[in-house]
C-alpha cells in the first residue's frame, strides 16, 4: 500500500485508492473491456468496497469502467458508493496519453475505448467532471461537488 502525497492517504492499485471523503467513489477513465475478462478483476474491486465498508473506512478507487454492467458489479446495491465520471475528448486524452512514458496502455487502442463507452445514466448518480484543467483543478472540483452532494443527503 502507498500514500497518496496529497491527502497522505492510503493507495492500492488498480489505479487507486486514496481516502478523501466518508463515501467510496468509482472513478471512471479509460482502458480495456473485454467483459469475461474483467468480471473477475472488477469483483475484486467491489469486495475492497466492501471491506471498507464493513470497516467504516472511506476510499477511492480509479479505474475503468466503461460499460454499465462493469460498474453495477462494482457499485451494485451500495447506496453509500458514488460515480465519479472523468469527462474529456477524444484529442484531449489522445495528447496526455501521447505524452505519458511507460504506460501500459497504447494510443492505438483509444478509439476503440471511445467507441466501448457507454456514459452514465441518470440512475447512476454520476458526478461528471470535464478534465480539460490541472491535475489539482480536476481534484478541486470533485471535491467541491462532493461535499455538495453530502450536504443534500438525508442524514
Known amino acids: 500500500m502507498d500514500r497518496h502525497a496529497a491527502h497522505n492517504r492510503p493507495m492500492v492499485e488498480p489505479r487507486v485508492l486514496p481516502k478523501v471523503l466518508p463515501k467510496v467513489l468509482v472513478v471512471m477513465g479509460v482502458s480495456s473491456s473485454a467483459r469475461p475478462r474483467w468480471v473477475p478483476w472488477l469483483r475484486r474491486i467491489a469486495d475492497r ?6 470497516n467504516g473506512e472511506a476510499g477511492v478507487i480509479t479505474c475503468s469502467a466503461l460499460k ?3 460498474r453495477e458489479v462494482i457499485i451494485g446495491d451500495r ?25 501500459f496502455m497504447p494510443t492505438a487502442l483509444l478509439d476503440n475505448q471511445f467507441a466501448t463507452f457507454q456514459e452514465p445514466s441518470p440512475e447512476e448518480r454520476a458526478i461528471t467532471v ?18 455538495s452532494e453530502l450536504k443534500r443527503e438525508p442524514a
Open 49 to 54: 468496497i466492501d471491506v471498507w465498508r464493513s
Open 79 to 103: 447506496p453509500d458508493v458514488g460515480l465519479v465520471h472523468l469527462r474529456g475528448s477524444r484529442e484531449l486524452i489522445g495528447r496526455r496519453m501521447a505524452a505519458r512514458k511507460g504506460h
Open 130 to 147: 470535464d478534465v480539460g484543467g490541472t491535475p489539482t483543478d480536476i481534484v478541486d472540483d470533485i471535491l467541491r461537488r462532493l461535499r
Open 68 to 70: 454499465r454492467a462493469y
